[in-house]
Every structure is written in structure tokens, then in C-alpha cells.
């Protein structure tokens, strides 16, 4: 058996021909405003794709570079410019700290990574939509949601069951406040059992009951057992120091994705695993501009 690749370029594109159709239909253009840290040059690879993103569908993209002494400012200034609707900051700009004060400092309206406390909140909530007449869908955080969307292409949603991920469960390497962390809460909210890994040890995310949000417990499973029992495995180690993930630790037939910057399975997992996704970043960038479309449209019908 070998696995069959998910490439997520062309999982994008789908994507992007609805965005196509929906932003030609606006009645005005869309701007997306970039934030680029001087010097940073991962940032600015990300930076790049989001341009050739938005010229595909057909949103204005500006790229700003700041130092970081003035990225606060930056940020403050493009949140009361009417004539931008979305803003993206290539993070990291100044450490952890800093970088969760500038998320804060981002109109939630316009913050199309779903980075922001009051998105936050929404996902951890698990409150589907921000109006009570379930008009308004919540933003969810690009990456994650992107690797919701290529994990429903590899096969793992179930679309008979209540929940698309019921009766699923996962192993996710990374815990991360950005990614590893919404992304597991998320998986949870659609039904999944998570075992969640990072270097504090791991975390066991439960669904709800009905609409419910998830729920943590602790948990002192060993890696190879959580392994075993997964049918779903999703890595984000950017560490050259994480133990590759081998063939002989899954399940036959799992679904495994990388979305780390490095790899983080061993060669081999491709000859026991159904489904490979080797990266996502396409997936990310089309998914903030699917969220800059809905804010957008979040504006037009509050106002």
C-alpha cells in the first residue's frame, strides 16, 4: 500500500474559484494590508504567496514593512483606516509577549487570521456564529481551519455522522497558542478525541455534549500508545531535534499531515498510511482570504 497524496495547491484552488466568483460580485474592491517585520525572511516567503493570493481572486494587496518599535503603531493606524478591510501580521515581530499584544491590538472586523480574544473566545466557546440569527459565522484561525479542509479532502470527516470528526481520534504534535492549541479545541468541537503533544507532555482534548464545547483532561499517555490508537496524526515540530515519526508506530491506514516548516514523519510512513499531506501553507493563505471575504460581508450587513 502506498499512500495517496493530498497536494494542497489544487485542494486551494477550488477554494479560490468561489473566492473569484464572490469578490467580482462585490460592489467595491477589497484591500488586505500586510505587516512585514524588517528582516524576516520566512515572513517574507509568506508574505509573497499572499500576494500572488490575492491577485488570483482579485483583492488589492499592500505590503508595508515596520521596525519593531513601530509595528504597535502600524497596527493602530491600518484598524481605523476604513480604506482597509483586512489585516495580516507576518508574526513573529517581537517576541511572545509582544506578539500577543499586537494580535489584541487588531480590529477583530478585520482580523482575518482569527487571531484576536473575541474569535478566540468563539472557538473555545464554541459559538458557531456571532448574531443570534445565525447569519454571522465566526472566524476561525486560517491554519487550523486549513488543515480542517485538507484533513476533509484526505477522507477523515465522516458525513453521516452528527459531528464531522465523530468517533475519530488524533494525535497533534504541536500545542502551540497559534495553531496546535485552536486546532485541537476545533477537532474536538466537531467530535474528535485529541491527544494533544508538546514538550510539557501530552493533552487530552474530549467533545461536548451536542453543541457543547470541548473539554481538557489531563493525561499521561505515552506517544506510542497515542500513536496506535489514532486514525488521524498531524505534526508541527519545527524542531530538527523531534523523533521523525515512523511507519511502524501507526495504525495501518492513518491519515497523516505535516505542517511544520520541516518534516517531521520518517520516509516510510507513506507505505503504511492511506493518506500524506506534506505541507499546508497554500491552504493557510487561501483560507485568510476566504475570512477577509466574510468580514467584509460581516461589515456590509451590520452596517
Known amino acids: 500500500m502506498s499512500a495517496r497524496l493530498v497536494d494542497p495547491a489544487a485542494v486551494a484552488a477550488s477554494f479560490r474559484a468561489q473566492l473569484r466568483t464572490e469578490v467580482a460580485a462585490l460592489a467595491s474592491p477589497l484591500t488586505l494590508l500586510g505587516l512585514l ?3 524576516d525572511a520566512p ?3 509568506y508574505a509573497e504567496y499572499t500576494r500572488k493570493g490575492c491577485e488570483d481572486v482579485g483583492i488589492r494587496f499592500e505590503l508595508r514593512q515596520v521596525s519593531h518599535a513601530d509595528a504597535e503603531r502600524a497596527v493602530r493606524e491600518a484598524s481605523a483606516d476604513p480604506a482597509v478591510h483586512g489585516i495580516l501580521v507576518y508574526y513573529p515581530i517581537g517576541g511572545s509577549e509582544r506578539d500577543r499584544w499586537l494580535r489584541e491590538l487588531v480590529d477583530p472586523r478585520k482580523d482575518i487570521e482569527g487571531l484576536h480574544s ?3 473566545r468563539c472557538l473555545y466557546e464554541n459559538r458557531r456564529f456571532v448574531d443570534h440569527a445565525h447569519s454571522l459565522q465566526a ?3 486560517s491554519t487550523p481551519l486549513a ?5 476533509d479532502e484526505a477522507g477523515a470527516s465522516r458525513p453521516d455522522a452528527q459531528r464531522p470528526l465523530d468517533g475519530v481520534t488524533a494525535c497533534v504534535f504541536n500545542r502551540s497558542e497559534v495553531v496546535g492549541y485552536p486546532l485541537a479545541a476545533m477537532m474536538a468541537n466537531d467530535g474528535a478525541e485529541v491527544y494533544s503533544f508538546d514538550v510539557d507532555g501530552p493533552k487530552l482534548f474530549v467533545p ?3 453543541d457543547d464545547a470541548h473539554r481538557t483532561r489531563a493525561t499521561f499517555i505515552a506517544r506510542k500508545d497515542a ?3 489514532s486514525r488521524v496524526v498531524i505534526t508541527g515540530v519545527p524542531s530538527r531535534s523531534f523523533p521523525l515519526i515512523r511507519a511502524e508506530e501507526l495504525q495501518p491506514g492513518a491519515i497523516c499531515l505535516n505542517f511544520s516548516t520541516l518534516r517531521n514523519f520518517a520516509a516510510d510512513v507513506v507505505d503504511k498510511a492511506s493518506v500524506f499531506v506534506p505541507r499546508v501553507g497554500p491552504m493557510t493563505v487561501t483560507m485568510a482570504l476566504r475570512n477577509t471575504v466574510r468580514l467584509y460581508k460581516h461589515g456590509k450587513r451590520d452596517g
Open 208 to 210: 461536548g455534549d451536542g
Open 227 to 229: 500513536l496506535a490508537r
Open 139 to 141: 472566524i476561525l484561525p
Open 43 to 45: 515572513s517574507a516567503t
Open 37 to 39: 517585520a524588517e528582516g
Open 118 to 120: 473575541f474569535w478566540a
Open 147 to 151: 488543515i480542517l479542509k485538507l484533513l
